[in-house]
């Protein structure tokens, strides 16, 4: 501190006043020190500080906590240090020191406090609309209900700030840090969160539509129930995040990191997901109809009764995933690697899967009637029972793949690998369905003449042929041709 400060007579006076129990007298003490800051810069950041500190002072008593909003005098002080436009230029390099301040509902619209420390301030329900709080500290501050809308909060310090129900929207919160922020029921719609830190933050239920939140950090958040429609999650950071029930709908998360991710439930129609990773991500029931997912990585991720219907999948790693009874009908799983994946009961129908990678797939009663298999390799595969009616499995590999009970009739076999396969129990169109595959120069042809015959399990309806072996035609000499 300046060692002339006090020695300054209007000052000292001024200072005296300012402990005055006359609050009128408080405030003319408050002008006649913003007059002395205004005409001598050699005093102005000594008043600037001792302001603040009155401000401090005041309101940390006991008896001050129940004021539903900042007294006049208070106020006054905030209007001409950091309110009034044309007052405030004096102080504009002078970051504030307001930390652990009862400011509630103070009216700071459009405030310059740029750098100020208003940690563990009570900010609730606060007016900073537009306000300047780039590079605040803003520590485990109670923003709880505030207006934040279109401040500037760039590079601002917000860890375990609690800003549920605070409207955010269209302000700019770039690189803030908010690690474990309560952002629940917050409004955040328009707001620029590009490369924030959300690690461990709490959104549930927030609301962020067009939201920017590219290379942003939300590692383990909690954005169950959140509207995320149309955000911009580019190359962000959501591993381990809690996004059940969340609203993704035409959302942009093209290499996002979502690994360990909870999508359960999630609305994710129309999202972009090109080159995410979602490996191990728990995704049961959610909707990713009509979603871009080519060439995300999906390994071990568990989206049993998923609705996948039209989504492209072309290129992606689903390998070991958990799709059974998931809807997949329509879409473009071309050049995908499923092997090792549990398929069983899915509803494949219409889907592309040429030349793609299925090999120990379980496809166990799944529907893939009328989809594009060729090329693809399913050695080893489990088909029984699966709906194959009418698939092209042109140039494909079945080769030791089960494929008892399924049904083939109508499908497109030129130039498929049969052997060795189980063909038990499988349903065909023609009676002369073995001696086919030659003209289709299937592999396998001749094992499978040896070890089966086509017989016919129809009745008055019409003719059902089906693959018996010749040990079962032993065994059940009734049954003819």
């Known amino acids: 501190m300046?060692?002339?400060?006090?020695?300054?007579?209007?000052?000292?006076?001024?200072?005296?006043?300012?402990?005055?129990?006359?609050?009128?007298?408080?405030?003319?003490?408050?002008?006649?020190?913003?007059?002395?800051?205004?005409?001598?810069?050699?005093?102005?950041?000594?008043?600037?500080?001792?302001?603040?500190?009155?401000?401090?002072?005041?309101?940390?008593?006991?008896?001050?906590?129940?004021?539903?909003?900042?007294?006049?005098?208070?106020?006054?002080?905030?209007?001409?240090?950091?309110?009034?436009?044309?007052?405030?230029?004096?102080?504009?390099?002078?970051?504030?020191?307001?930390?652990?301040?009862?400011?509630?509902?103070?009216?700071?619209?459009?405030?310059?406090?740029?750098?100020?420390?208003?940690?563990?301030?009570?900010?609730?329900?606060?007016?900073?609309?537009?306000?300047?709080?780039?590079g605040a500290d803003l520590n485990k501050a109670d923003l709880n209900k505030a207006d934040l809308s279109k401040a500037d909060l760039r590079e601002a310090y917000l860890r375990g700030a609690d800003l549920s129900k605070a409207d955010l929207s269209m302000a700019n919160l770039n690189a803030a840090y908010l690690r474990g922020a309560n952002l629940s029921l917050a409004i955040l719609s328009e707001t620029d969160l590009n490369g924030a830190n959300l690690s461990e933050a709490n959104l549930y239920e927030a609301y962020l539509s067009e939201a920017n939140l590219s290379k942003t950090n939300l590692s383990k958040a909690n954005l169950s129930k959140a509207d995320l429609r149309a955000v911009t999650l580019s190359k962000a950071n959501l591993s381990g995040a809690n996004l059940s029930e969340a609203n993704l709908r035409g959302t942009n998360l093209s290499e996002a990191d979502l690994s360990l991710s909870d999508l359960s439930r999630a609305k994710m129609g129309w999202a972009l997901l090109i080159r995410t990773n979602l490996s191990e991500a728990t995704m049961n029931e959610v909707n990713l109809s009509k979603a871009s997912l080519s060439k995300a990585n999906l390994s071990g991720a568990s989206m049993c009764r998923g609705n996948l219907s039209g989504a492209n999948l072309s290129g992606a790693n689903l390998s070991g995933v958990n799709l059974s009874g998931a809807n997949l009908s329509g879409a473009n799983l071309s050049e995908a690697f499923l092997s090792e994946s549990d398929m069983s009961k899915?509803?494949?129908?219409?889907?592309?899967?040429?030349?793609?990678?299925?090999?120990?797939?379980?496809?166990?009663?799944?529907?893939?009637?009328?989809?594009?298999?060729?090329?693809?390799?399913?050695?080893?595969?489990?088909?029984?029972?699966?709906?194959?009616?009418?698939?092209?499995?042109?140039?494909?590999?079945?080769?030791?793949?089960?494929?008892?009970?399924?049904?083939?009739?109508?499908?497109?076999?030129?130039?498929?690998?049969?052997?060795?396969?189980?063909?038990?129990?499988?349903?065909?169109?023609?009676?002369?369905?073995?001696?086919?595959?030659?003209?289709?120069?299937?592999?396998?042809?001749?094992?499978?003449?040896?070890?089966?015959?086509?017989?016919?399990?129809?009745?008055?309806?019409?003719?059902?042929?089906?693959?018996?072996?010749?040990?079962?035609?032993?065994?059940?000499?009734?049954?003819?041709?």
Do not use: M
């Open 2 to 134: 300046n060692e002339k400060y006090l020695e300054q007579k209007p000052i000292k006076k001024a200072l005296d006043e300012l402990e005055d129990i006359n609050e009128s007298v408080n405030l003319e003490a408050i002008n006649s020190l913003h007059r002395i800051a205004r005409d001598s810069e050699n005093f102005r950041q000594n008043i600037f500080d001792h302001l603040c500190l009155y401000i401090r002072k005041t309101t940390s008593g006991e008896d001050y906590q129940a004021q539903e909003r900042p007294i006049f005098k208070i106020q006054s002080i905030l209007n001409l240090l950091v309110n009034d436009e044309f007052e405030r230029v004096i102080y504009i390099e002078l970051p504030a020191d307001l930390h652990g301040c009862q400011l509630q509902r103070a009216i700071l619209g459009r405030a310059e406090l740029r750098g100020a420390n208003l940690s563990q301030s009570n900010l609730r329900g606060a007016n900073l609309r537009g306000a300047n709080l780039r």
């Open 346 to 481: 899915a509803d494949l129908s219409g889907t592309k899967i040429g030349w793609a990678l299925l090999v120990r797939t379980n496809l166990s009663e799944a529907n893939l009637s009328k989809a594009d298999l060729g090329g693809a390799i399913l050695s080893g595969t489990n088909l029984s029972l699966a709906n194959l009616s009418g698939a092209n499995l042109s140039e494909s590999n079945l080769s030791k793949s089960d494929l008892s009970g399924a049904n083939l009739s109508g499908a497109n076999l030129n130039g498929t690998n049969l052997s060795p396969s189980n063909l038990n129990g499988v349903i065909i169109d023609h009676a002369d369905w073995i001696s086919r595959l030659k003209g289709w120069k299937c592999t396998g042809v001749e094992d499978i003449e040896r070890k089966y015959e086509v017989v016919n399990e129809g009745n008055d309806v019409g003719p059902v042929y089906r693959i018996r072996e010749r040990s079962y035609l032993g065994s059940h000499s009734d049954i003819g041709i």
